[in-house]
């Protein structure tokens, strides 16, 4: 049986998102070959059963030059925001979601603990 492939759409904003029936890819991601196709294998991830074992794998091998990339291109930043409006619609990232609060919740925490509130 023939594997469909998945479009790719070249973006200047963000940095990858998987949206069902194709994905975006920064367009530096173009010139770092290595990275593009961790990040492509993860994003395809996202087509199928979750599996944090695969995940933790690709992120782990390519956590320094991800960190590096997204330092050096600030237009990928806006995907670290939890709730965008793209394509006409909102879109959330309910992960981001929880790990913004859960931050919150602990500054809170830490402050009312340090008596600083």
């Known amino acids: 049986m023939e594997r469909k492939r ?27 070959k290595k990275l593009k196709k961790y990040i492509l294998e993860h994003e395809r991830g996202h087509k199928k059963e979750f599996d944090l074992m695969h995940e933790f794998k690709i992120n782990f091998k ?11 291109t600030p237009s990928t930043w806006i995907d670290f925001l939890p709730i965008q409006y793209k394509n006409k619609k909102f879109i959330y990232d309910l992960n981001l979601i929880i790990l913004y609060s859960f931050i919150i919740f602990l500054v809170f925490l830490l402050i009312k603990i340090l008596n600083l509130g």
Do not use: Q, T, W
């Not at 390519?62 to 050096?72: E, G, H, N, Q, T």
């Open 6 to 32: 998945i479009p790719i759409k070249y973006v200047n904003k963000g940095f990858a998102n998987f949206y069902g029936d194709y994905i975006e890819l920064n367009k530096r991601l173009k010139n770092n």
């Open 62 to 72: 390519i956590m320094p030059s991800l960190f590096l990339f997204v330092l050096k």
